[in-house]
């Protein structure tokens, strides 16, 4: 119970991991088991060679707890690093989403125009239905995601946040 | 050094070229060929337990008190989940250990295969790091690397989960040389400017503070050596968690008691009240703090600490850090000198004097009695009867832990383990073992109680198969008695199910395993029963009957700060102490 109750703030975390067995799980076992927050997740192997992974964590807490999420971290044996992207300067946070409406007539071609002026590509159509691919900050795609609710949303995959540091600079 | 050989026998080998002298362990049907390879390469001593969590905590006290990382060798399956109690407990205490486990053959991982639960799945929260080694190549490296994490940094237990076909394959074994992990490599010396700044903190203070705990006592006894060092340079006063007890002297006069929920008055005062607090390898547990949002109001507080996750962890610190502690202590007292610091002697003379009439209120006395020995007078009869010797104490969990804590005083680091973080009833009989096992010549005492002592029992054969003559002191109240204070603290007196009942005769039992038994209930018998006990050279239980109603005090209540203490001679005040959020706490 930390002394004092300090507002919660959303942070993009980056975590170079060894790509082996469990680390996946040693890391959301870390969060779950102490009680932190996991607001998005991807994860993926980033360099075969070296077999390395890196892991783009959205988290929310006060400053103090995502203090202590940046050391506990840091502290796990196959964890090379940990940026906090959020306070190491500007970056760049992306998500793909997959969406599919359905409908007929008129809520189709609202669906398609909506879908045009967002930049989303349609990936597949039937008679009654499409599906569209759509990339960007993850607020774009919340906005998105609640114009097609009326026009016959069903259902919505995100592939959560990955997050880049802006520059020349290396995490 | 580069051999062919196979996966069991590069267990041994690994072992041997860690210099690890003793295991203790269980076998069974997935470290059989481990235990084969034993068989014919006979360098290791292993200790048979009766029960894997015995082994686990064996492993602890033979850890703690030789500074040496532990080593346990079980079976898959039972083996594996019955150490997962001793892995927790050791993952709390940073306690450096190796776990060696036997797995289902990897064809069969998966399968619900006789035996096999998922080892690394189950031990991954309660271990600093684990292993599943599927390729015997990999399995020399891995044994290595285990040990090198197990005892850098922060120490904890690593286990290596090995399945039964890599025991059996061949493969190519590597020595320790050149082994060191390509991420794990954690900091010693702590930031220079931070150092500085320090002591230029402590040469400023007016009411400082030496807050010390078992980060002192893994650092080495270096720095317990620069701790008294640096505290006689100042001046200043010391206190420890249970943890840290032996660090600094409980003979010297800047020593004010263990602080904390059952610490002493003047230690709790001192860090209410204090400017400056040097926290130095302890980790402001709540046991420590309190309620955290009152716990010392006014000082600016330096952390050091080699783990970053410690810092700012409950308490927020003004200076933090990090590092190891023989290393930073030695870093202030160069910059000590360096900088011709002297403390604020007229501020500290006045602090003592506070300090001095917080003392006064004698917070660890008791009432003695001609009729019925109490708790307190039995622990101080036992230290006085074994403090000039070669002694070392362990404990179970509960009462008779606290009046340990309080009323054996320590002298030197490494003399006593306990289970702190996790508080595990059942730890100190295998640890005692364990501990004899490290120091065969020393007396070594299990303080215990009669219901924690009832956990890992068993292992008293063990003690009798490998003539290990430890002392297991019984505070036989007929109580759990720090279950049944509580029950008074919150529950009015309601003592549902702490009652030890059906308590079997502890003389009978102790010869039925081959051990000495006595029994003593008069205050006057105490001390020739206490002599006779530590002249026996073999393991002994000795039944002390003491007081039933006697609560351990002083108390800092759950949900109140430090300057809310209860004390002895107002025990009254306990009942109205715990308010309904205090109530919630632990």
Not at chain 2, 523 to 531: T, V
Request: charged share 20%.
């Amino acid at each position: 119970m930390p002394p004092v109750q300090e507002a919660p703030e959303r942070h993009t975390l980056s975590l170079l991991v060894d790509n082996e067995p469990g680390v996946l799980a040693r890391i959301v076992g870390l969060f779950s088991g102490r009680g932190y927050n996991i607001d998005s997740l991807t994860v993926s192997e980033v360099s075969h060679d070296s077999k390395l992974s890196r892991i783009t964590v959205v988290t929310t807490g006060a400053p103090m707890i995502i203090d202590q999420i940046k050391s506990q971290l840091d502290r796990l044996v196959p964890v090379h690093r940990v940026v906090d992207l959020t306070v190491a300067g500007k970056s760049v946070e992306r998500e793909l989403a997959l969406i599919k409406v359905r409908g007929k007539g008129e809520i189709r071609q609202e669906a398609l125009l909506i879908a045009e002026s967002f930049r989303a590509r349609t990936v597949d159509t039937t008679l009654e239905s499409f599906v569209f691919e759509i990339t960007g900050k993850p607020d774009k795609i919340d906005q998105f995601v609640s114009l097609l609710v009326p026009l016959g949303l069903v259902e919505v995959s995100r592939t959560g946040v990955a997050a880049i540091g802006r520059g020349s600079d290396p995490m | 050094m580069m051999r062919e050989m196979t996966g069991a026998e590069m267990v041994i080998q690994a072992l041997i070229d860690q210099g690890v002298e003793h295991i203790f362990g269980y076998p069974g049907g997935a470290v059989l060929p481990i235990y084969d390879a034993m068989f014919h390469k006979n360098q290791v001593q292993h200790v048979l337990v009766r029960h894997e969590q015995g082994a686990v905590h064996m492993a602890e006290g033979y850890a703690r008190s030789s500074g040496k990382v532990g080593v346990v060798l079980v079976t898959s399956g039972p083996g594996a989940t019955n150490a997962v109690t001793g892995l927790t407990d050791a993952l709390l205490d940073s306690i450096p250990l190796v776990c060696i486990t036997g797995q289902v053959p990897t064809h069969l991982i998966g399968s619900d295969a006789f035996q096999e639960c998922d080892t690394v799945g189950i031990t991954r929260p309660c271990t600093k790091h684990n292993y599943l080694v599927r390729d015997v190549n990999d399995l020399a490296r891995v044994l290595h690397e285990a040990f090198y994490v197990a005892a850098n940094g922060r120490p904890g237990p690593v286990v290596v989960d090995i399945p039964k076909d890599v025991q059996f394959a061949r493969g190519t074994y590597v020595g320790p040389e050149n082994i060191s992990h390509k991420t794990y490599q954690p900091r010693l010396n702590g930031d220079p400017e931070k150092v500085r700044a320090a002591v230029e903190l402590l040469a400023k203070a007016k009411r400082p503070v030496f807050y010390t705990g078992g980060g002192v006592i893994n650092s080495g006894p270096e720095a317990s050596r620069l701790l008294r060092e640096f505290a006689r340079l100042t001046g200043f006063p010391v206190t420890s968690t249970l943890m840290g007890l032996g660090a600094y002297p409980a003979a010297d006069k800047q020593w004010l008691g263990m602080l904390g929920m059952h610490g002493t008055y003047e230690a709790n005062m001192a860090m209410h009240d204090c400017d400056v607090m040097v926290c130095v390898g302890a980790r402001f547990d709540d046991r420590i703090t309190g309620r955290v949002d009152a716990f010392s109001p006014g000082s600016k507080k330096i952390h050091i600490d080699i783990d970053p996750s410690s810092i700012n962890k409950n308490i927020k610190i003004d200076l933090p850090i990090i590092g190891d502690v023989k290393h930073v202590l030695s870093d202030m007292l160069t910059q000590w000198r360096a900088m011709k610091a002297e403390p604020d002697r007229k501020a500290i003379a006045g602090w003592w004097g506070q300090i001095d009439a917080w003392r006064a209120r004698k917070s660890l006395s008791y009432v003695k009695s001609p009729d019925v020995i109490k708790p307190q007078y039995a622990i101080e009869r036992l230290h006085n009867a074994v403090k000039d010797k070669d002694v070392y104490v362990t404990t179970e969990v509960g009462q008779h832990q606290m009046w340990a804590a309080q009323h054996f005083h320590f002298e030197e680091p490494n003399r006593w383990m306990t289970s702190g973080g996790l508080g595990t009833m059942g730890y100190g009989l295998p640890a005692a073992i364990g501990v004899q096992v490290a120091h065969p010549g020393s007396l070594v005492i299990d303080i215990a109680g009669e219901a924690s002592i009832q956990m890992c029992l068993q292992e008293l054969s063990t003690a009798l198969q490998f003539n290990l003559p430890v002392k297991i002191f019984v505070l036989n109240n007929e109580y759990m008695g720090m279950v049944r204070q509580w029950q008074d603290l919150l529950h009015g007196g309601r003592y549902s199910h702490s009652y030890s009942e059906s308590l079997p005769d502890f003389v009978k039992l102790a010869e039925a395993y081959g051990a000495v038994g006595m029994r003593c209930h008069r205050p006057g018998d105490l001390d020739a029963a206490i002599q006779e006990m530590i002249s026996v050279d073999r393991p002994v239980l000795f039944d002390c009957l003491v007081d039933q109603k006697e609560n351990c005090l002083p108390m800092i209540p759950s949900g109140k700060p430090h300057n809310e203490m209860i004390l002895p001679d107002h025990p009254e005040a306990l009942d109205e102490a715990i308010d309904e959020e205090g109530k919630m706490l632990v």
